[in-house]
């Protein structure tokens, strides 16, 4: 399908573009396609964003300054255009949407400049790409024309979809846990409304699968996409150092058939500290920047894990060919670290090779390590297949140790999710991935968590290479938390655990608080404090800028902790972009200034950049990378994040609400974690989901809401709600679409009126 932002894309030339060269770039063949086209360019050129050159020739209007953004609208009708230019966001009225939906990306127009705190404002003009193009919705019969129309779960689309009468739905409409899929054909404009038609029924009550489908579907998130009828490249085995003959250990704790392949560890000492190896398994290798397979890897961004199941990122054959099988030679990509004796890297080295994978480390194996006594010379029979190898394991698991206490490359915190077999596979870390902005506090017992302290040291590492060499590449920047929101967290702390310490002048960062919690009794809700004031991970794109043209910004990248995630290519695509890098500078990168100097660099050493006054790569490689390495890209994979990170969090809440549906009407035990002005947030025992206490249900007293002290408190009995504090409550409603639990408190009285009423009932019985 063309959109307006695929017409842009092509028009953006100095000299034009003619129509035909237009038509055979978005490849329209058909008539219909380029009479669309041409009403495309009719009203684009109205609206000032095209200019026709003599009917001849179309480009963009420089005269006008064209603001690109996501538009993002609440469920209370608030909308604002984020842009893509990261400026100030623009506030939109409802009459000025011009029919965009949330999520599309449009062209705005400001309308009125921001004045001191306020927001500017804009008009929408023109939807440049739809960010929905299926929907869940509700249906029903129009009692007046008897026709069919949709209405969207999502509040933030406040639309009425016109479906074809194809569908007989007159049994089923009044029922409460049928929804149905919506595939919008034509959106809205002008006076029209738009039209779609349903593609499927979905029931709310069809088990862990069918909540899986509608999660999907919510997030538009694609099951079934086609693969490329292309092969993979074979890799070179010209140049790779054989490292067949070292025990390498993979480290896995996802136990599902089609979890990811991750990479490989050795460790062994060397002069007084250890050295590392990190291999990766090489995706990179078999794509071709550009082609077909790695468009089809770019679409698709991330595997998604399904709980206990998952959706696939690599195709299959891809995916056979890179993962690491034990005891067989396997190419990889591979990262040698020498640590010293406290964790600080003392050198490293990139280099291709192949190994030979010897056995695979899971949670079993560390739980009997971590059981096992230092002095005990028997060795457990779960470990008898490893005997070979503990040596390797322990100087594993201790550099690992080592690197978590001298590295703060991330925020770490408890993860709290429900012990449930529909979630067995998000309870272990996942290596190198930041989903909310922290990750899972270190532990010894998860394969995962000992080898994600070794990737995300392994991106910083490349990251360090590749600004030294110039070259581009993606990281991750996480944003950080505002400093009143840090002092609010720290006067909660100290509301709640006094003994937590801050600097003289009561003030503390994210990490010196968080070190703090670790002995308080309160870590539980602390923890859950933090999480709230973390802000989120963006991809970002370095590109060197030479400091004649700018500033010298990558001096000042350079100094900071980023990580530029490369060794999980099974992953995501920001690894294997990366790893395409790293690849590129290995085997096509020039290591001697001419073909006949007698002088060649190692080019995966640390500090080789230094030794470089050539060009590193062919004009042709360098332009690819060029073309390829753009904010387009980013934003891109930044939305598939967002994507991911919603369905990671709707099938943890909607398993939660499962939970909570078999307990309605039941009293339950739970802590206060949350104190609002209308209500507080409790998490049940047990179950790690929070419910809303509202404030109306609290019908003994008017409660007043103090945010310094965090708490409610009534007017005449001077009650108090605060955070930590322990309530027996009922589960009154759970509404599985909006994954809400609404909770009532079960008062004092309330208790012992059934308490009195039971022992009465025993003595009649004993009677």
């Given at each position: 399908?063309?959109?307006?932002l695929?017409?842009?894309?092509?028009?953006?030339?100095?000299?034009?573009?003619?129509?035909?060269?237009?038509?055979?770039?978005?490849?329209l063949?058909?008539?219909?396609?380029?009479?669309?086209?041409r009403?495309?360019?009719?009203?684009?050129?109205?609206?000032?964003?095209?200019?026709?050159?003599n009917?001849?020739?179309?480009?963009?209007?420089?005269?006008?300054?064209?603001?690109?953004?996501?538009?993002?609208?609440?469920?209370?009708?608030?909308?604002?255009?984020v842009?893509?230019?990261?400026?100030?966001?623009?506030?939109?009225?409802?009459?000025?949407?011009?029919?965009?939906?949330?999520?599309?990306?449009?062209?705005?127009?400001?309308?009125?400049?921001?004045?001191?705190?306020?927001?500017?404002?804009?008009?929408?003009q023109?939807?440049?790409?739809?960010?929905?193009?299926?929907?869940?919705?509700?249906?029903?019969?129009?009692?007046?024309?008897?026709?069919?129309?949709?209405?969207?779960?999502?509040?933030?689309?406040?639309?009425?979809?016109?479906?074809?009468?194809?569908?007989?739905?007159q049994?089923?409409?009044?029922?409460?846990?049928?929804?149905?899929?919506?595939?919008?054909r034509?959106?809205?404009?002008a006076?029209?409304?738009?039209e779609?038609?349903?593609?499927?029924?979905?029931s709310?009550?069809?088990?862990?699968?069918?909540?899986?489908?509608?999660?999907?579907?919510?997030?538009?998130?694609?099951?079934?996409?086609?693969?490329?009828?292309?092969?993979?490249?074979?890799?070179?085995?010209?140049?790779?150092?054989?490292?067949?003959?070292?025990?390498?250990?993979?480290?896995?704790?996802?136990?599902?058939?089609?979890?990811?392949?991750?990479?490989?560890?050795?460790?062994?000492?060397?002069?007084?500290?250890?050295?590392?190896?990190?291999?990766?398994?090489?995706?990179?290798?078999?794509?071709?920047?550009g082609?077909?397979?790695?468009?089809?890897?770019?679409?698709?961004?991330?595997?998604?894990?399904?709980?206990?199941n998952?959706?696939?990122?690599?195709?299959?054959?891809?995916?056979?060919a890179?993962?690491?099988?034990?005891?067989?030679?396997?190419?990889?990509?591979?990262?040698?670290?020498?640590?010293?004796?406290?964790?600080?890297?003392?050198?490293?080295?990139?280099?291709?090779?192949?190994?030979?994978p010897?056995?695979?480390?899971?949670?079993?194996?560390?739980?009997?390590?971590?059981?096992?006594?230092?002095?005990?010379?028997?060795?457990?029979?779960?470990?008898?297949?490893?005997?070979e190898?503990?040596d390797?394991?322990?100087?594993?698991?201790?550099?690992?140790?080592?690197?978590?206490?001298?590295?703060?490359?991330?925020?770490?915190?408890?993860?709290h999710?429900?012990n449930?077999?529909?979630?067995?596979?998000?309870?272990?870390?996942?290596?190198?991935?930041?989903?909310?902005?922290?990750?899972?506090?270190?532990?010894?017992?998860?394969?995962?968590?000992?080898?994600?302290v070794?990737?995300?040291?392994?991106?910083?590492?490349?990251?360090k290479?590749?600004?030294?060499?110039?070259?581009?590449?993606?990281?991750?920047?996480?944003?950080?938390a505002?400093?009143?929101?840090?002092?609010?967290?720290?006067?909660?702390?100290?509301?709640?655990?006094?003994t937590?310490?801050?600097?003289?002048?009561?003030?503390?960062?994210?990490?010196?608080?968080?070190?703090?919690?670790?002995?308080?009794?309160?870590?539980?809700?602390?923890?859950?404090?933090?999480?709230?004031?973390?802000?989120?991970?963006?991809?970002?794109?370095?590109?060197?800028?030479?400091?004649?043209d700018?500033?010298?910004?990558?001096?000042?990248?350079?100094?900071?902790?980023?990580?530029?995630?490369w060794?999980?290519?099974?992953l995501?695509?920001?690894n294997?972009f990366?790893?395409?890098?790293?690849?590129?500078?290995?085997?096509?990168?020039?290591n001697?200034?001419?073909?006949?100097?007698?002088?060649?660099?190692?080019?995966?050493?640390?500090?080789s950049?230094?030794?470089?006054?050539?060009?590193?790569?062919?004009t042709?490689?360098?332009?690819?990378?060029?073309?390829?390495?753009?904010?387009?890209?980013?934003?891109?994979?930044?939305?598939?994040?967002?994507?991911?990170?919603?369905?990671?969090?709707?099938?943890?809440?909607?398993?939660?609400?499962?939970?909570?549906?078999?307990?309605?009407?039941?009293?339950?035990?739970?802590?206060?974690?949350?104190?609002?002005?209308?209500g507080?947030?409790?998490?049940?025992?047990?179950?790690?989901?929070?419910?809303?206490?509202?404030?109306?249900t609290?019908?003994?007293d008017?409660?007043?809401?103090?945010?310094?002290?965090?708490?409610l408190?009534?007017?005449?009995?001077?009650?108090?709600?605060?955070?930590?504090?322990?309530?027996n409550?009922?589960?009154?409603?759970?509404?599985?679409?909006?994954?809400?639990?609404?909770?009532?408190?079960?008062?004092?009285?309330?208790?012992?009126?059934?308490?009195?009423?039971?022992?009465?009932?025993?003595?009649?019985?004993?009677?």
């Amino acid at each position: 399908m063309t959109t307006v932002l695929k017409i842009l894309e092509n028009l953006e030339r100095e000299d034009g573009l003619e129509i035909t060269k237009l038509e055979k770039s978005l490849k329209l063949t058909k008539k219909l396609d380029r009479d669309n086209l041409r009403i495309a360019i009719n009203a684009l050129t109205k609206l000032g964003i095209v200019n026709n050159i003599n009917n001849e020739k179309l480009d963009i209007n420089p005269e006008i300054e064209i603001i690109k953004g996501k538009l993002r609208c609440s469920s209370k009708g608030y909308c604002f255009v984020v842009r893509e230019d990261q400026d100030e966001d623009i506030y939109i009225r409802e009459a000025n949407l011009n029919n965009a939906w949330h999520g599309d990306s449009v062209i705005v127009l400001i309308t009125k400049p921001g004045v001191k705190r306020r927001a500017p404002e804009g008009s929408i003009q023109c939807v440049i790409e739809r960010y929905n193009d299926t929907l869940l919705a509700k249906v029903e019969t129009d009692k007046l024309t008897g026709k069919l129309k949709a209405y969207p779960l999502d509040d933030r689309l406040p639309e009425i979809i016109e479906l074809d009468n194809k569908v007989d739905i007159q049994h089923k409409s009044t029922s409460k846990d049928i929804i149905y899929e919506i595939k919008i054909r034509k959106y809205p404009i002008a006076q029209f409304k738009a039209e779609g038609s349903i593609i499927r029924e979905l029931s709310t009550n069809g088990g862990v699968d069918g909540d899986i489908e509608i999660l999907l579907s919510k997030n538009n998130i694609i099951r079934n996409s086609d693969v490329p009828k292309v092969s993979h490249k074979k890799v070179s085995l010209k140049g790779r150092e054989d490292l067949t003959s070292q025990p390498s250990l993979i480290f896995e704790s996802w136990e599902c058939v089609n979890s990811p392949s991750l990479p490989a560890i050795y460790a062994e000492p060397f002069e007084g500290g250890n050295r590392i190896w990190l291999h990766s398994p090489t995706v990179s290798e078999r794509i071709n920047l550009g082609g077909k397979l790695d468009e089809y890897l770019k679409k698709k961004g991330e595997v998604i894990c399904l709980g206990n199941n998952w959706l696939e990122f690599l195709n299959e054959s891809l995916s056979s060919a890179s993962r690491f099988k034990l005891n067989e030679e396997c190419e990889s990509i591979s990262l040698m670290i020498d640590i010293d004796c406290v964790g600080n890297v003392v050198d490293w080295k990139f280099l291709l090779s192949i190994i030979k994978p010897a056995k695979i480390i899971t949670p079993k194996h560390l739980k009997a390590i971590n059981n096992r006594k230092a002095t005990s010379k028997s060795i457990p029979l779960s470990l008898k297949p490893l005997k070979e190898n503990l040596d390797v394991i322990y100087t594993i698991i201790h550099s690992s140790k080592l690197i978590n206490n001298s590295n703060n490359l991330s925020i770490k915190l408890d993860q709290h999710i429900p012990n449930l077999e529909r979630l067995s596979e998000l309870q272990h870390a996942f290596p190198s991935r930041d989903f909310n902005g922290w990750t899972k506090s270190y532990d010894s017992s998860d394969s995962q968590s000992i080898i994600d302290v070794f990737i995300r040291l392994s991106n910083n590492i490349l990251a360090k290479h590749l600004i030294g060499y110039k070259l581009p590449f993606i990281y991750k920047e996480h944003e950080e938390a505002d400093s009143s929101a840090i002092n609010e967290l720290t006067k909660s702390a100290l509301t709640l655990d006094n003994t937590i310490t801050v600097n003289i002048d009561g003030s503390a960062t994210t990490t010196q608080l968080i070190k703090s919690f670790e002995s308080s009794s309160e870590k539980k809700i602390l923890h859950k404090l933090v999480k709230h004031i973390i802000p989120g991970i963006h991809l970002k794109l370095y590109k060197f800028i030479p400091q004649s043209d700018n500033e010298d910004l990558h001096i000042d990248i350079s100094s900071k902790n980023i990580e530029s995630p490369w060794c999980c290519p099974s992953l995501n695509y920001w690894n294997i972009f990366n790893q395409y890098i790293i690849s590129s500078l290995l085997i096509e990168g020039k290591n001697k200034s001419t073909s006949r100097s007698k002088l060649s660099i190692e080019l995966g050493k640390k500090d080789s950049w230094n030794n470089i006054n050539w060009d590193i790569f062919p004009t042709k490689i360098q332009e690819n990378i060029e073309n390829h390495a753009n904010l387009k890209l980013i934003q891109y994979l930044n939305e598939i994040r967002k994507r991911s990170k919603s369905f990671r969090n709707n099938i943890i809440s909607i398993a939660q609400c499962r939970e909570a549906q078999q307990i309605i009407g039941k009293e339950v035990t739970a802590i206060i974690t949350g104190v609002q002005s209308y209500g507080f947030f409790a998490e049940i025992d047990d179950l790690a989901a929070e419910g809303l206490v509202h404030v109306s249900t609290l019908g003994d007293d008017w409660y007043e809401y103090r945010s310094r002290q965090n708490l409610l408190v009534g007017r005449k009995s001077k009650k108090t709600y605060q955070l930590s504090q322990k309530v027996n409550v009922k589960v009154l409603k759970v509404d599985i679409l909006k994954n809400q639990i609404d909770l009532e408190l079960v008062k004092i009285n309330d208790i012992e009126s059934n308490s009195s009423n039971d022992n009465v009932n025993d003595n009649k019985l004993s009677n």
